[in-house]
């Protein structure tokens, strides 16, 4: 449990320094999946939703007008600087919506009071995402169900894993987790919180990054470089120094496939 807290403490802060640079270089497929998760949570007039890791509000945005009038859209984060982002634009969003600071693991909902949880790309980055799919059972009522996103493998396809690769040969090797060619371990989350009627897809959005100093932005904004930042200054500039060298052989430049599980069960 204090490895979880750290976590999620250093977590907070990589997004609280990323501020806005985290939509804003995740803008080529935040905005894809976030729509391809709303759509399939096929969101009605009067519902509660609970967005955990809410981020900039990318999620919760979208799914507050398919819930409109008399729904509500509770937006979840540990990190305030992106819930700040997050309440500006709610401000010009058409249904109810409101953002609160607080662990994904430890809700303050009563139990079987929301008919659907969102989670968009959260669950890789906290320690122990079980307790987080048992929160999310715990407050979702009799036959409500939990939809999320999370990183597919190959990872970024090929930048990603060549970032991955790089990391791993200096010891600072990334935080997120990728889940390999078979989905089970995602399924499994469910099933150990009691989720039954899983279902999971399998998406991939082809996206290019101008240069390599964009590539390195959106890795940090998306605290991919969490360990990186906790190395000495002159490991940090070879670690930098080898990635470059290493993604300008690339022959088709800087493209990458997000590669996406989209994750669905029934309580």
């Known amino acids: 449990m ?13 997004f609280n320094d990323a ?25 009605q007039p009067g519902q509660r939703i609970v967005d955990v890791a809410a981020g900039p509000g990318t999620v919760a945005l979208r799914a507050a007008p398919q819930v409109a009038p008399g729904g509500e859209v509770v937006g979840v984060d540990v990190a305030e600087a992106q819930l700040r982002l997050a309440r500006g634009a709610a401000a010009e969003t058409a249904g109810k919506i409101r953002f609160v600071q607080a662990d994904a ?9 929301v008919d659907t949880v969102l989670c968009g790309f959260g669950l890789p980055y906290i320690e122990e995402p079980v307790q987080v799919v048992r929160e999310a059972a715990r407050i979702l009522r009799p036959e409500g169900r ?10 970024l396809a090929p930048l990603g894993e060549r970032l991955q690769a790089t990391l791993e040969r200096f010891e600072a ?5 990728p889940f390999g060619e078979a989905p089970a371990p995602v399924a ?19 996206v ?16 991919f470089l969490l360990r990186f930042d906790g190395v000495a200054a002159e490991k940090r500039e070879a670690i930098l120094a080898a990635h470059r060298e290493d993604l300008a052989a690339l022959s088709d430049g800087l493209t990458m496939d997000v590669r996406v599980y989209l994750v669905r069960g029934r309580r």
Do not use: C, N
């Not at 693991?105 to 009071?113: E, P």
């Not at 009691?194 to 399998?202: G, L, N, P, Q, R």
């Not at 290019?208 to 605290?223: I, K, M």
């Open 146 to 155: 939990l939809l999320a996103t999370v990183w597919a493998s190959p990872f």
């Open 19 to 43: 501020g806005a640079d985290y939509a804003a270089t995740g803008a080529l497929f935040l905005p894809h999946f976030a729509e391809l998760l709303v759509d399939r949570a096929a969101l």
């Open 173 to 177: 090797p990334l935080v997120h987790r």
């Open 105 to 113: 693991a430890r809700l303050d909902f009563a139990d079987h009071s």
């Open 2 to 14: 204090v490895v979880a807290r750290m976590l999620t403490k250093q977590v907070a802060r990589a």
């Open 188 to 206: 499994q989350w469910l099933l150990r919180a009691e989720f039954d009627e899983i279902e999971i897809e399998d998406h991939t959005l082809e």
């Open 208 to 223: 290019t990054l101008p240069t390599f100093d964009a590539w390195w932005r959106l890795a940090r904004a998306f605290a």
